[in-house]
C-alpha cells in the first residue's frame, strides 16, 4: 500500500504566500509523476500542477506565473510553492502520485486526505 500524506495550506490574506508539501511512502519502485490538483465548493476537482521525475512541470493557466511545483531529492516528496494568492485559489489542494509498485506493473493512482486552503480578507 502506498500513503500520501500532505502538509500546509491555511488561511491567508489576497496577496500572500503558502506552501503546500506532500511525501509518499510504502511499497513503491517509482514515482513517474506527481501532482497537485484543486477542488473548490461545488466543482470538479482541477489540475492545479504536475511534475515528472525528469523535473518537467506543467501548470494550469490559472496557477502560471504564481505557483511553483517542486520534487525532492528523494522524488517521494512534492511540493506547491503558492504566491500572490486569490480568493478563486480557495479550494482542498488534493497531492496525487502516479506509483509504480514495481518493475512490471502498471501505475497506480494515489490521493492524499486533502488541505484546505482559504484565501480571504
Known amino acids: 500500500q502506498v500513503q500520501l500524506v500532505e502538509s500546509g495550506g491555511g488561511l491567508v490574506q489576497p496577496g500572500g504566500s503558502l506552501r503546500l508539501s506532500c511525501a509518499a511512502s510504502g511499497i513503491i519502485f517509482s514515482i513517474p509523476a506527481m501532482g497537485w490538483y484543486r477542488q473548490a465548493p461545488g466543482k470538479q476537482r482541477e489540475l492545479v500542477a504536475d511534475i515528472t521525475s525528469g523535473g518537467s512541470t506543467n501548470y494550469a493557466d490559472s496557477a502560471k506565473g504564481r505557483f511553483t511545483i517542486s520534487r525532492g531529492n528523494a522524488k517521494n516528496t512534492v511540493y506547491l510553492q503558492m504566491s500572490s494568492l486569490k480568493p478563486k485559489d480557495k479550494g482542498v489542494y488534493y497531492c496525487?502520485?502516479?506509483?509504480?509498485?514495481?518493475?512490471?506493473?502498471?501505475?497506480?493512482?494515489?490521493w492524499g486526505q486533502g488541505r484546505q486552503v482559504n484565501v480571504s480578507s
Open positions: 496525487n502520485a502516479k506509483v509504480l509498485r514495481s518493475t512490471d506493473s502498471d501505475t497506480v493512482n494515489y
